[in-house]
């Protein structure tokens, strides 16, 4: 049923964000890309489990595998294009579908104990401007303005509270914001300053949407903030020492690996969408990512 899952709201809130980027930022972003990044997510999230499902045949798994009751139809996948779609420009399909593409894969391909550690929008994102010259981030395109800002928290807050990781945001944006202060008061700028780079729409659509993803992050509380204060730390360092403008990017993208270790040194139960029971094997294709 719809809205009855935390992921429907975020598919909502997402394409609220593009709808209004679009129409109040004019933002340079074609409709046909949107379209082609949504296109090709779904395609390959397809591909992907039916391929590893198969796997899974062919080896015989136990039938008393562990799986979600109902299999959202596709949903990450959604997720995943939107937020594709809001942070990465390019002017080439083939860029895209490289983004789109990669990100998916990197559920299947890049995982420890059937768990992925890489945000896939954020995977995407970065391999598409690391191996291509036609792809870039804009970390400016919201602007600073105060009703996007409270527009974000808003929704934002409406999802973390539904999957219990408001704790990772508090976490990193406490941690920058901190940091930014120190280096704002050690320069001697006015506070105006502080509040211009804190007020930034793609920080905070990275704090509530990117960074919180449960199915990618640390599991334990206590893994989830050090890793997040960490991410703020070397966030602060690229874009101020570095003076990298995509920094909270490349910070997370660095550090999602971490989560494997986290994970080991505090045990905690996954998180999952929904409730899990045993079901036999032919029907184990929605236990797939």
């Known amino acids: 049923m719809l809205l009855q899952d935390s992921r429907d709201y975020q598919i909502l809130f997402l394409s609220l964000f593009l709808v209004l980027g679009i129409g109040t930022r004019d933002w340079t972003l ?8 949504i296109a090709t997510c779904l ?8 391929i590893k499902f198969d796997f899974l045949k062919r080896q015989k798994i136990n039938a008393d595998l562990a799986t979600p009751v109902k299999s959202p ?26 983004a789109s593409s990669l990100a998916i894969l990197s559920k299947f391909l890049f995982q420890v104990n059937h768990k ?15 191996l291509t010259n036609h792809a870039w981030v804009s970390p400016g395109q919201w602007g600073d303005d105060w009703w996007y800002a409270l527009l974000f928290a808003g929704t934002g807050g409406l999802v ?5 990781r408001w704790d990772t945001t508090a976490a990193f944006l406490g941690s920058y914001a901190l940091l930014e202060a120190i280096r704002n008061i050690w320069l ?25 993803d449960p199915r990618s992050i640390p599991n334990a509380r206590i893994s989830r903030l050090i890793w997040a204060v960490l991410i703020a ?30 994970d080991y040194i505090w045990s905690a139960p996954r998180f999952f969408w929904f409730k899990i029971r045993p079901v036999p094997l032919e029907k184990a294709e929605n236990l797939l990512v």
């Open 160 to 164: 973390l509270k539904r999957v219990g």
């Open 233 to 262: 730390v070397l966030a602060f360092i690229l874009r101020n020492q570095f003076f990298l403008p995509t920094a909270i990017f490349w910070a997370l993208f660095a550090l999602s690996p971490l989560t494997i270790l986290l």
């Open 116 to 130: 992925h550690f890489f945000n896939p929008a954020n995977f995407g994102i970065i391999l598409a401007i690391a």
């Open 30 to 37: 074609r409709p046909d890309l949107i379209v082609v990044t």
């Open 73 to 98: 139809s596709f949903r990450s996948a959604i997720i995943t294009a939107l937020g594709i779609s809001l942070l990465l420009r390019s002017d080439r399909y083939m860029t895209m579908i490289l």
């Open 188 to 212: 001697g700028w006015t506070w105006d300053v502080l509040t211009h780079r804190l007020m930034s729409g793609s920080l905070l659509l990275f704090a509530l949407f990117m960074i919180t």
């Open 43 to 50: 395609v390959t999230q397809w591909l992907a489990t039916s």
